[in-house]
């Protein structure tokens, strides 16, 4: 079983900023990929940003060039910069790893991040 545990959520200003954190219970280096998804009330988990093995990124359009996925290999982490962050951004942010091998998927607890004045 695989663990996820994030930080960095909170309440933030519109056209601020945050970062989000997952750390991973295991080695990233046997993670195919990880990503951050969120939802917001009403409507459907959506994928944020996800970073694969060979660090390729990929990011939904409504956040592409104001969000940067990275990882940290040493620290088994994985981040989320968000900026300029807007009050569409308001949803409940959720880490995701897809294992090598058995792709199977995991999920973190879930952070709140909320943008309003």
């Known amino acids: 079983q695989v663990q996820l545990v994030e930080s960095g959520g909170g309440l933030v200003q519109p056209g601020g900023s945050l970062r989000l954190s997952c750390a991973a219970s295991?080695?990233?280096?046997?993670?195919?990929?990880m990503g951050w998804y969120r939802q917001a009330p009403g409507k459907q988990r959506e994928l944020v940003a996800g970073?694969?093995?060979?660090?390729?990124?990929n990011y939904a359009d409504s956040v592409k060039g104001r969000f940067t996925i990275s990882r940290d290999n040493a620290k088994n982490t994985v981040y989320l910069q968000m900026n300029s962050l807007k009050p569409q951004d308001t949803a409940v942010y959720y880490c995701?790893?897809?294992?090598?091998?058995?792709?199977?998927?995991?999920w973190g607890q879930g952070t709140q991040v909320t943008v309003a004045s």
């Open positions: 995701n790893v897809e294992m090598s091998g058995t792709r199977n998927r995991y």
């Open positions: 295991v080695s990233i280096f046997s993670v195919y990929a």
């Open positions: 970073i694969t093995s060979g660090s390729t990124t």
